[in-house]
């Protein structure tokens, strides 16, 4: 029987006194998992301060998901790898650069990646969360078409890299992703490491929703999930059955996806730029992902991620509406092994 497990991303916070207060009020607010994110100025210059961060977490009873925040850009933080690789930049097929983006294929982030992954397993951490890994296109143009990317495209399908995306474009972001997952997992995993990947929703982005079946050929990937988030979105927001479809159907597609791969799951919940009046929102959603099967069920982020501007309006209910909504799905976890005790005693 799996586990329940109820995450919350935290960041931006590296004192040690603060740190240990926020833990145990995730603890109260009924998570048990945190996602630490791990990014390249944390490894610069507070990488014994993350150690102690983890080891203060695990002694609370709390596990520990580790974030590649920013290293390859956004989604995330800038790029600090680019300031020592300028060469590695993502550029777009119609010569234009992603000014704060690394090219996955590039063969020195590959080998850096790989340091920090020994960072983070020498500061504690065993659980990584892949966060996100985006090649944006368009109609008109795609990335990446570095150098490095052009060459390889060229000795996969035999013809120069065109600036109008097709099908074989398309597919070779797909590819670069699962390369570049490939290298880095196999990497983490032979030091005994879970891998965790998360993807957006988007179509135009590499990988999403519609093809993650992609990343169950590896065996080193061992657990795939989504991030349904409805903000913007004036239709379903403003609606809390539409929130609870959303995410159901998102949840259910993602699960299949898993089951037919073999793979774990992870489903996120908004919990970050919810309107005023909206928070209980955070509590459908989370219903409709227990509900559709998941259980590794995050949301991001800490205090509706009241230290960054695209905060929830109101931080402090909807950290409130959170902390219930985590209550409920424990509550349902409770009465289901209940009822399962109960028609196992009755045969």
Known sequence: ?????????????????????????ILRHNFNTVVHMFSHNDWDRSASVMKEIFSMTYSL??????DNWGLAGTPGDKSHFLCYHPEAHQIY????????????????FISWVKEWIDKVYECGGRKIFWDEPVLPSDNEKFACACPVCRKLFEERYG???????????????????????????????????????????????????????????LDTVHNIGCDPYWAGNKEIENSPVKVYEYVYRSTVKN???????????????QGFAIPKGQENNIIYAADAAYDAGARNIMMWGYRGSEGNDYRA?????????????????????????????????SL
């Open 313 to 345: 309006s109101n931080p402090e209910l909807l950290w409130q509406k959170a902390g219930e909504a985590m209550a409920r799905l424990q509550n349902k976890e409770y009465d289901r092994i209940e009822k399962e005790a109960r028609q196992l005693l």
């Open 255 to 269: 699960l299949d996806t898993c089951k037919s791969v073999g793979k774990n799951h992870n489903i996120w919940i």
């Open 1 to 25: 029987m799996q586990e329940l497990k109820l995450g919350v991303a935290y960041h931006g916070n590296r004192l040690l006194s603060n740190a240990e207060r926020d833990m145990k009020d």
């Open 61 to 66: 009873g709390l596990d520990i998901w580790v």
């Open 93 to 108: 097929s119609d010569g234009t650069m992603r000014p704060v983006n690394v090219c996955y294929n590039n063969p020195d």
């Open 159 to 217: 013809r120069p890299m065109p600036v109008i995306p097709d099908k074989d474009c398309f597919d070779f972001q797909e590819w670069s992703i699962i390369r570049h997952l490939n290298e880095v997992t196999g990497y983490s995993a032979s030091k005994g490491m879970e891998n965790i990947v998360c993807v957006m929703l988007s179509d135009g982005i590499g990988i999403n929703l519609s093809n993650i079946g992609a990343l169950g050929q």
